[in-house]
């Protein structure tokens, strides 16, 4: 039988564990080879052991104490020498909630529901971050218009009563450009951020359907609990029945309880979009109290720039 996704995720975070502490220990072993420094911090050492016997035997420490003091900005000095800080000697874990472990006291850390998520979507959730609002060139007005209203929305992912935007417009319009904008605004403001198509989200939910239990929940709930859940180009991706769209109502409905983000791109109008999927899902969508519908106009922009090599 394979390696479950579950177990695969865990060795990639282990992975990036004992990289972070194979450097810790590579720049310990570089200072071991400076004799000044092997010598300060055996001084320090036996510093720190003098100032425990006096507090023991109730003597002054205060000697001991300012030799500790002098040993130190020399130990700084030392490391300042080799273009260190104190902070190169310890692992910098890519997850400072789990350090790397995978779990926070028994429960799945979210990095490693992240990391089954992408390995079960084929690697999704990057974000293109050349797309931003600053980079844009858009010049028509009312996609001007568009965006700002989406800027500021990311902006104040924490401090809107909107729930979703919905982004509507043909082909080429710039929908997934304005989905990664708003994405890079998002993560500058530090929330968690999950960007996939509808069609590798139609098809992870199938994943997830035939996956075991547990695999199942754990990519659910990382793409519940994500801050924004960025979908593009609904409506071009298969449907499963019996599962796009349970899941994505599903999806949808459990991130607006919890107040997270959704942005949903399509090329469909809000019609069709009823005609599509789940009754259930339009009307969370049509809901003008949860939803902010925002629409792209404009040539395809893909076919009248020119090529860049
Ligand atoms: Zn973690």
New binding site residues.
Partial sequence: MNKSTIATALSV?EARRRKAEAVAEANAQLLQKDDRWQANDKAIRLCNIDIAKDKLNERDASENKRRLAKLLVERNDLLKKHNMTSKDLVARY???????????KGNK????RREVTKLLSGNCGYVDDSCTFENSTETNPDNIKTMEICRTFSKKLNDTRFRIVVLLGKTGTGKTYLCNAMANEALKNLNSVFVITAYRLSELFLQCHLSSQEEKLTVLEDLMDTDLLVIDDLGVENTFSNVTSEYLFALINERIQRGNKTVISSNLTVAQIRDRYDERIFSRIADRKLSIVAKLTGNDKRISEPTKK
Avoid: E
């Avoid at 850390?109 to 490693?112: D, V, Y």
């Fill in positions: 975070i890519s997850c400072p909630l789990c350090n790397d472990t995978g779990y926070v850390c979210q990095c490693l």
